[in-house]
């Protein structure tokens, strides 16, 4: 069996597993919000059983090229909020649109009656995430479910969230935009953020600085265009830096540039989850994200993070994730750098396309 | 309460052959009771002379024998007209008289098998005989007997007696309401009567007043002009508490305010609705099948927010608790209870006993927004 099948095989497991898991954890819960990007699985939320429901998505216009170049989902499954409008607010979800919203969480006891339950999951409500028998393929994703006191900040996060603004009401057939700016934001002690104070910024700084022997990086998106990327950049000539990275043209020389400072890169096709893990082998720490290692994520936009220590009895699971992966997948030898030739006039235009995105993530 | 009342059976129709007369402003009549009462006793002669201009003798015999059988007026022992009575109140009041419209045969429909939600029919429908038609079907009353009150006809022992003391009735004749004048041809009169059958609708809003929907008349098309006559008729009749035993019985209690507290059972059944906070209850008295529909109360504030959780949202776009309170509270009147200890714990504790079943999960996710995110 080929290194690809066998990685295709893997991620189609895990998205049936983590569908049954989600399903089973917050079906029959009274009320229940989930974050993501995007929204291609209508037929998941639907089967959801919850008295409410609450999606929070991105308001970006799913439709534009670059944008959607970045998803692992085929653009023209993505629902755009014309199509929301009709469907899934209709009758299935209040359905909230914020500016440059990424955080991916699924939230169960919104009240202060019920007990909260909570997961980071990296994936978007798509086929290509939860969905096993997604034509396309299946992307690779972690989900971790989270602690009693997690919950808890989750869903201060999520309140917090429902007043920000701007942000747009997808209503049945209409919409309506909520004008106003950030609220004071909580004191959050766990989960790390972007906005609006780009604590998960910090943190994986951090993490990069406090590392001693490694440092293992998964992503779908990497850009040289940022601070992080400089330190695990630095950090590459001193420490075994490892990056799994979903294989796209668009990473392509932010991948260079590090391989050349000494990681060793795996290109993983539809690599999804964004994880910061230092020391796997000992004393392992690490951070989950819903951030892609460029400034869009940690500079900008509304990401969610969380740092696991080293008893934290999840980072076995995450060493497991990408050491399952790991195997699988041959690092690459050094890249050769892009020529510097005319012929690359004709890529261009494709690059051109692609620069939109590199903005946005 | 809102009733609607279909009576269908088997109804008495009587006939009484007789002059009829009806009443009108500025008739020739009127002119002759202000003669008389002028002159103080009236001939022939002096109605020739002063009003016919000694030309028409016939028709001035003939317009006072009217004013007689109309009771207007009566012939003294000397043989001269003077007023009677009647006659002089007639002229004092509204200056109108009666006049004589034909002679025949006249059924007249009797209500007084309507009880008991009311006694009779606000006007009298009167139309005239169609002796071609079912002549088989009429049968003899005797009217000394009548007269004298037989308890199986109460309404029509009351009409002949009316019309023998000579009082006028309120009727439908003609596509109109008349006062009517009847005086029979024989002495006692000559009554018939016979059975058809009767469908009338009625509403009523429960304060006492009922109209009449409609009225069908299905094996006598000659009556089809009664119909028309009383449909939308005012009538007195039971007012709502007139039902609350037959209620009671039935799971409904009636609460201060006029509202109905359902038992356990109605409240699962499909005939209270809890989001319009009305009940449906049919019902048979005597005839009479009748459709209730009433308000619902409740006996208490946790019952009337359970209630409103349930059943008694509205989609009204994303909420606020303002906005979720002053929906509560309009619902918590329409239940009778006074909405003014209700406060957003006691609101949020309904909405943790209860799930809302009305709405979609889009709608109530938008209207419970500010439970959570307040």
Redesign the interface.
Known sequence: MSERLELSQLAKAEARRHRESLLQLFSGQ??CAIGAFCLADEVLVRSLE?????VNLASNNHQEKGRLASSPDPRHQLKGKAQLKDG????????RAFPNHHAKYWLAG??E?EAPKGVLFSGDLTPSALDPEAPAGNSHELMLVLTDSEAVELRAFV?WL??CRPAT?V??KRE?LLPGSLPKLPNFKILLLTQPNKSLKREVLALIAEARNSIDVTSWAIAADNEVFAQLKAAAREKKVRLMIHDESGNRRAVEELSEAGAEVRTCPRMHAKVWLADRDDCPRAIVSSSNLMADGLEVGYELGLRLGPMDPRIAELKAFIQSRENLIRPLGALNPVPRSVQNVRHLPRLVHVAPRLRLF | MEIQATWSGQMWVVAIAGNLSLYRSNSYSLALLALADSLGTLTVEDVDQVLLAGQRRQIARRMLEQVVRDRGLELDETGRYVLTTWGRASLKDDKAAWIEHSEGAWMLLLGDQFEPLFAKLPLVPVAPVDEKSDADEWQGLAASTIAAGDVRYPGLTKLMQELTAGNSIDGWFGQRREKLLINPLSNPAKVRARQTKVELVAHSDGAGGWSIAKVDFPQMRSLGKMATGLKGQSINGVKAEYFDGRLAKAGYRRMDGGLYQPNDANLESSQVDLSTMCFRHRLTVGNWDVKLTSAVGASHLEQALDWFVQHGLNDAGIGTMEGLMKQASVYLRKAGIDPVTLDQATLRAAFQRQRPLGLNRAARSRTMYPLYFN
């Open positions: 009274p009320s919850t008295d409410v429901l609450y899934l607010a209709c009758d299935v979800a209040m359905v919104l009240s009656l309140r429902m007043t009401e209503l049945p309506l």
